[in-house]
């Protein structure tokens, strides 16, 4: 349950890594996912299949476009993307803390920061019974990690991403545009920690509150580092953190 979005988040951190940047910003990413898939899973009633990937495409386009504007503003500027997404992260934890008193997203009826719960359609289903909490979305982190591997390892955007994580200067020189690469990274960075806090809305809280992310954004940062940095190490590296977890706990 808690290795799912430690394991998007985890990606998130190890794409970032790959491409020779430091994205500590999954925790602000991750907010703003749980937001879009939040919002879109209480508004609307949708068919099952339907109000799922609505509620997850939602957050990930909203998480993306968060991650996006470090790439954006490190490409155009020069900002230090560490400094950026600290920053961003600060301002995403207040957002939510904002966002949760407004009459769009306050619970009726409530006066604490509680979002209403999402519409049953936008649940991912827990696959071995009501009893296990252990939800379909997995299966969603599995993939992702199999979909990093494949773009890292077998796209021409991926060697992109690894000729300038290797040297910049070089690639630079190879004609393969640095600010094409940082923006979409961070894109899909955001998109990918987005897709951690849709799946933990969906699968596991069901309702939006103010410490939704909790410490899964800063504990993917250790998960990235211990997996080495790779899909198969980051997926690894989370169940062994979340083992470690559930036995302490």
Known sequence: VTATPLILTGLSVALAFKSGLFNIGAQGQFIFGAIGASYVGFRFDLPVGVHILAAALAGIVLAAIWGGLVGFLKAKTGAHEVILTIMLNYIAGFFILWILKTSVFLRPGRIDPLAPEVNP?????????????????????????????????????????????????????????????????????GGLAGLGGAVHVLGTEYALTNNIGGSLGFDAITVALLGGAAPLGTVIAALLFCLLIALIG
């Open 121 to 189: 359609n936008s649940r991912l289903s827990q696959f071995l019974g009501a009893d296990l909490r252990i939800h379909v979305g997995i299966f969603v982190a599995l993939a992702a990690a199999l979909f990093v591997w494949w773009l890292l390892k077998k796209s021409t955007l991926g060697f992109k991403f690894r000729a300038v994580g290797a040297n910049a200067n070089a690639a630079k020189s190879a004609g393969i545009s640095i600010a094409f690469v940082t923006t979409s990274t961070m894109v899909l960075c």
